[in-house]
């Protein structure tokens, strides 16, 4: 029980770490909470569809 509170606060003081740094790392971050996990991304604007 106390690793799992343990590992949720690392997890949490990494993310508030990376937060602080995104304006030295990145032009421009857009966060948005989900209600859950995605599982996937599209990070191009383009895609390209192939037809078999």
Same mark, same amino acid.
């Given at each position: 029980? %106390?690793?799992?509170? @343990? ?7 990494? @993310?508030?770490? !990376? ?6 790392? @990145? ?5 948005? %909470?989900?209600? !859950? ?5 599209? !990070? ?9």
């Amino acid at each position: 029980m %106390a690793e799992e509170g @343990y590992e949720e606060r690392l997890i949490n003081e990494e @993310y508030k770490i !990376w937060k602080k740094n995104t304006p030295f790392l @990145y032009d421009m971050v857009m966060t948005h %909470a989900l209600e !859950w996990p995605s599982l996937t991304v599209q !990070w191009l604007p383009d895609v390209q569809r192939y037809e078999f």
